[in-house]
């Protein structure tokens, strides 16, 4: 069984703030980890993934996380805030299934406010 | 590149009528498919994966179907909707490194 758990459901910041999501995992054999970001009435954007290679993980957008095994975390951070970073984040996890499935389990999600 | 595809991107529906969602996918053979159902403060609750043609499992029970006809072509069903289906439904793809979304469909039902 595999689950995510993210902390805080809204996270303020101020621009040019440090951005800090909160991401842990359960998971029964190792896990490919994923943050994804999902705007207004669209669909959701991979951000970066961990697929057990680099622990420190760079993704799009300035963004970059670090899996934890000792943790079972895999934080989201961004030095300098952008208004445009303003979304709803999603933390997700998967692994390898029986006949090729792989069931991606995802967060609750949370929302990033970023005030001028 | 593989792409994905999902429509319409809105939809209002009468309690009671049919509902039909379609997605495709481009440039990847025998993928796995998914519809997720995004409801206000709920997060990405997944409603059906398939591994193959004709191959459904349903994660929760509720009033909708999923149907693979093809490789590439996953749709979401109901002969009756209700007010409780209203939501934003995601069809996405995924391989172990990763998932792969559709534009999602604004879904109300009044």
């Known amino acids: 069984a595999q689950s995510v758990t993210q902390l805080g459901s809204h996270v303020s910041v101020s621009e040019g703030a440090l951005v800090l999501l909160r991401c842990n995992y359960s998971?029964?054999?190792?896990?490919?980890l994923f943050w994804y970001v999902q705007y207004p009435n669209q669909g959701l954007q991979l951000l970066l993934k961990?697929?057990?290679?680099?622990?420190l993980v760079k993704g799009i957008n300035g963004f970059e996380a670090e899996f934890k095994k000792s943790e079972t975390s895999f934080h989201l951070t961004k030095p300098s805030a952008h208004m445009s970073d303003a979304a709803e984040y999603f933390c997700?996890?998967?692994?390898?299934?029986?006949?090729?499935?792989?069931?991606?389990?995802f967060g609750t999600g949370t929302k990033l406010q970023v005030i001028p | 590149s593989q792409t994905i595809h999902q429509w319409p991107a809105t939809l209002v529906q009468p309690v009671g009528s049919p509902l039909s969602l379609e997605c495709t996918v481009e440039?990847?053979?025998?993928?796995?498919l998914y519809w997720y159902r995004q409801a206000a403060g709920r997060g990405l609750q997944l409603l059906f994966y398939?591994?193959?043609?004709?191959?459904i499992s349903s994660e929760v029970p509720q009033n909708l179907s999923a149907s693979r006809p093809q490789d590439r072509q996953f749709i979401l069903s109901s002969k009756k909707l209700l007010l409780s289906d209203s939501g934003f439904y995601l069809c996405?793809?995924?391989?172990?490194?990763?998932?792969?979304f559709g534009q999602g469909t604004r879904l109300t039902v009044v």
């Open positions: 996405a793809w995924s391989v172990l490194t990763g998932a792969f």
């Open positions: 998971s029964s054999v190792p896990p490919y």
């Open positions: 961990y697929t057990s290679a680099a622990t």
């Open positions: 997700a996890v998967t692994s390898g299934g029986s006949g090729g499935y792989q069931k991606v389990t």
């Open positions: 440039g990847t053979s025998n993928p796995n």
């Open positions: 398939s591994v193959g043609i004709g191959q």
